[in-house]
């Protein structure tokens, strides 16, 4: 899996899973699908983030124990899929154009530019257009009172939504491709400013490799 990524584009998002504790995460999950960025978005991420905040948004764009295909995505019986950072969620929209309704598929209002990227027993892994910015979708699993999970109501001045989405879900807002990340929507990133322009992607992200005491097969395998 991990080389036919990079194949097409998308080293530093492969990279980030293969030294961080991403891939401990994925090799002991059942099933899951991540949404992949390609590496120009993911550069700027890592000028502007910590580790904490970089490993912390990238857990945004996976989903644990499900693999949904495009084709599946089209299909969702809820819009909202929680993702590997916990009490978060993505919301899945579908794009059209002059009242006709194509195939697309948004993810908080980023296209997925590359459906179907790698599709394995239980993995699957589409490519989109940017960075999925967490805080937009976040939920609260209980109020307190021992009452369920229940999505968390959308800012007052959330925009309305745009034509041509079909979000064909409940009124929670809108969501709109976003044109810069929001440092200040990624949890851990208030010192992430000072970093120098300059330098390359940093090696070894997210903390050490968990490859020792349990079996597990390498995500190239799968």
Request: aromatic letters at 8%; glycine letters at 8%.
């Amino acid at each position: 899996m991990l080389e036919q990524l990079r194949n097409h584009g998308y080293t530093l998002f492969t990279n980030a899973i293969a030294t961080s504790d991403l891939q401990y995460h994925l090799l002991t999950t059942s099933s899951f699908t991540l949404f992949a960025a390609k590496d120009s978005p993911l550069f700027d991420l890592d000028m502007a983030s910590d580790a904490t905040a970089y490993v912390t948004t990238l857990r945004y764009h996976v989903i644990p124990d499900h693999r949904h295909s495009f084709a599946d995505l089209q299909n969702l019986s809820s819009p909202f899929l929680d993702t590997l950072l916990p009490h978060y969620s993505v919301l899945i929209g579908k794009t059209q154009n002059d009242s006709v309704l194509f195939n697309g598929v948004m993810v908080d209002g980023v296209r997925v530019s590359d459906p179907d990227l790698f599709l394995g027993s239980r993995i699957a892994v589409h490519g989109i257009d940017g960075i999925l910015v967490t805080g937009l979708n976040m939920y609260q699993e209980s109020d307190g009172n021992g009452n369920g999970s229940d999505l968390s109501s959308p800012p007052a001045e959330s925009p309305a939504p745009l034509s041509w989405l079909d979000w064909n879900i409940p009124a929670v807002g809108a969501l709109i491709p976003t044109p810069q990340l929001e440092w200040n929507n990624i949890p851990g990133a208030a010192s992430s400013q000072k970093k120098k322009r300059g330098r390359r992607h940093r090696k070894g992200r997210g903390g050490r490799r968990h490859s020792g005491r349990r079996r597990y097969h390498h995500l190239d395998d799968l």
